[in-house]
Structures are given as structure tokens and as C-alpha cells.
């Protein structure tokens, strides 16, 4: 299908806008027709193929994400070529990856290692702070695999040089999540999503008219709590919370897992990255992570992703967009060998964080952004075993009772009140207080 010729554009939003009201549904305004056609054409439309390798930057390429992303590269040879690799506090592995990519970038939160990498990597290797990678004329494609607020300004870089960005930072679209689109959009750039859930949605809407999205279903584990009694939730462990049944990930990703503040964090992505409100958005519990999310649309009918819960597969899925990539990993599904597919509704009491995360998505503004800095701050204080597990909820509730927000934020206030939320929720754990928020209210 071609946009290219007006008359074109003209007949396909005015079918798109008759079968919004044809399947009951409220169609886009006339003033966000245009940019949902922009959004649609870059979905639909494939990228002219070439034989050169495609230029990539990895942030946080030693985190789960990040060292995932290079096995894959690695299946793929000659496919990509790593210009820039941004690590954590893993000095070691970094030193290896560089070693093994020679990347033209590179960079770590301790900058005395500056000179250990740059031996590693080779000569020709310089030291560069993630938006300068994100930003690099060579990059072509980034992928955010960082936590936390670290991913937003290399994400907003990279974007408004109208470069694709694989995304697997919750919290920027969190944060965020008006600001990153509306750049997208503004530089014909394309953001990709890499989180199983999101992927999953993706996958469902290839080919789809979105008017037609009655609404978004996102799967739920359970984390490593599903099975405790909810009484013994005051007594668990730093190390019980990063034991999850299902997947593989990181330590923030996993502990937000046990609260299931992830999945409140990917309700509010799936906002922004689908365009669908926040009350046509549904939580499901799936305990064995095979049916990774489901769109149902405006006939009644529901399609899904399935697949074994292995993060290669949404990440190959976003790096080689628009193709499916042939390989041998992850293992096939075999759905025969599958003694049953259970679903269930979450029981808010049981998990305040979803609760909390769903009415701060629903409230908009600068509040997702006080629920996203809180979070990072009360999970951090939970690993380090200064707080309590469900203490979690307790600190979230009160920066997010506290906080007087705005409804349209610009940028630099977003950021304010990421500051504002880190600096409130620091304050009773340092100084040994509990914090006095009622999280059990309905």
C-alpha cells in the first residue's frame, strides 16, 4: 500500500475514520488524523534494504537486555555492526565486549575506567556520554536496554535525529511518555518496542487498521510472590524477590515483577506507544508466560503472541523490523506438550503497586513520573535491606499523596518532578522512619 500521493492519504484516513465509527468506536479527532497516518506509515511501509551493515548503539550492553541483544547480534554476522557500547558497574564484562565488538564508543559509570576500556577496545576507541552515542552520525539503530531514568536524554537524542530506537527502558515512556512520542513523531523516527508484552501487541497490529483496537490485554506472571501468603510478604528477602519463576531479567525489572508495578509501568507504555486510553487497557494473570499480551478489536475478535518466554526473540523481532529473521533460538513452543494456559484477574490488595501505577497512568501529567522515581528509589532501598518489601507501596503511595502535579509538563518539568520524587522518598528511609501512606484502601 502506498501514501505517497494526497488523494491517496485523503481516502485511506477517511475509510480508517469510517470503520472507527463502524465498530463503535470514538475516530480520531481531525487534528490527530495527520499524526496517526505518520505513525501508520512508518509501520506499513518497508525500509529500502541494504547490504551495508546496520550501525548500532547498545546502552546498557551489561545488563540483561544489553548482553541478550549481543547474542543475538552475534547470530546475525554481517547483519550489524556495533559502534557504541554503554555498560554499567560490570567493568569486567564491558572490557570483554569490547574486546570482542571494537566499538567506535564506549562508556561505564566509573570514568577511572576510562583508559582500561579504551586499551581494550582498541586506538581507534574514544570515551562519549550516552546521548553523544545515541546522537553519532554511524548509529543508525539504538537500543535502550538501561533502567531507570538514565535511558530518557539518550533515547531523546537519538529520536530527534530521527534514528530508530529499540526501547526496553520502562520508565522513559513512563516518565515521559507525551515528550518521547511527540519527538518521534516530529522527526519521522521510529520507536520499536522490545518488552515481550509490547512486542507482542506490536506483532498483533502488523497489517491492522489501529481504529479498529477495541482493546489491549497485557499477561502477568505473577513474580516471585504469586504462591506466598500475602502475611508473609513483610518477612521476604532481597534474593526471594530476583527469583522469578519465568524470565530472565534484571534486578530493578525483577523486584518490579514481585510488586507488579512493571506491569502498571507497561499499561502506561502501551498508552503512548498504541495510542489507546488508559481504560481500554486490561491486566491478565498468566502464571506460565506463554501468551505474552492480546489485542482484541472492534468485531469481537482477539489475536495473540505466544511464544517460550525467552527475551532473543521481541529483541531479534525489534532489531530486524520489518523482517523475520530465520534462527535457531529461542526453542520452538509446543503448545501440545502445554498441560494447560491459565488466566486470572490480579487482586489489587495483593498488589497495591499495580494499583497505584494504573491511577497514576489514568491521572496523567507529571505524576507517572513521581511514581516512576519513587519506585527506583524504594526498590534500591529494598535491595540494599533498608526497607521492607512491602514498604515498596508504602513509599510510592506517599511521594504520589504528596505531590502537586502538572497536567501538560514540559521536559524540564517532568525532570523536576523526577528530582522532587527521589529527593521525598530518600528522606524517611535515611532517617529510619516507615512511611505512614495507606496502600490498602480500594
Known sequence: ????????????????????????????????????????????????MSDRPIGVAVLGSTGSIGRQTLDVIRGLPGRFRVVALAGGSNHTLLEDQAREFRPELIWCQASERHMDLKNAA?????????????AHDDVELVLTG???????????????????VALANKEVLVMAGAVVTRAAEEHGAEL????????AIWQCLWGE????????????????????????LERVTPQQALRHPTW??????????????NKGFEAIEARWLFDVPMERIEIVMHRESIVHSLVEFCDGSVKAQLGEPDMRLPIRCALCYPERVASESPPRLNLARMQALNFG????????????ALEAGTKGGTWPAVLAAADEVAVEQFMRGEIRFTDIARAVDAALSAHTGTADPSLDEILDADAWAREFTIRPASAGRVWAAAVDRS
Not at 538501561?146 to 531523546?156: D, K, M, N, Q, V
Not at 481504529?211 to 505473577?222: D, Y
Not at 490480579?346 to 497505584?356: A, M, N, S, T, V
Open 1 to 48: 500500500m502506498s501514501f505517497d500521493d494526497g488523494s491517496g492519504i485523503t481516502a485511506y484516513l477517511r475509510a480508517m475514520k469510517a470503520g472507527a465509527s463502524a465498530c463503535g468506536l470514538q475516530p480520531p479527532s481531525a487534528e490527530a488524523m495527520p499524526a496517526l497516518h505518520t505513525a501508520l506509515h512508518r509501520r506499513c511501509t518497508l525500509p529500502e
Open 122 to 134: 582498541g586506538r581507534r576507541t574514544r570515551w562519549a556520554p550516552m546521548e553523544e552515542m545515541a
Open 146 to 164: 538501561t533502567s531507570g531514568r538514565a535511558g530518557l536524554a539518550p533515547t531523546l537524542a537519538a529520536l530527534r535525529r530521527g534514528k530508530s
Open 192 to 199: 520499536r518496542p522490545v518488552d515481550s508484552e509490547h512486542s
Open 209 to 232: 487498521d489501529a481504529s479498529a483496537i477495541s482493546k489491549l490485554v497485557l499477561t502477568a506472571s505473577g513474580g516471585a510472590f504469586r504462591d506466598l501468603p500475602a502475611r508473609d
Open 248 to 261: 530472565d531479567m534484571g534486578r530493578k525489572i525483577t523486584v518490579d515483577s514481585a510488586t507488579l508495578m
Open 345 to 356: 484477574e490480579p487482586d489489587l490488595g495483593r498488589y497495591p503497586c499495580l494499583r497505584l
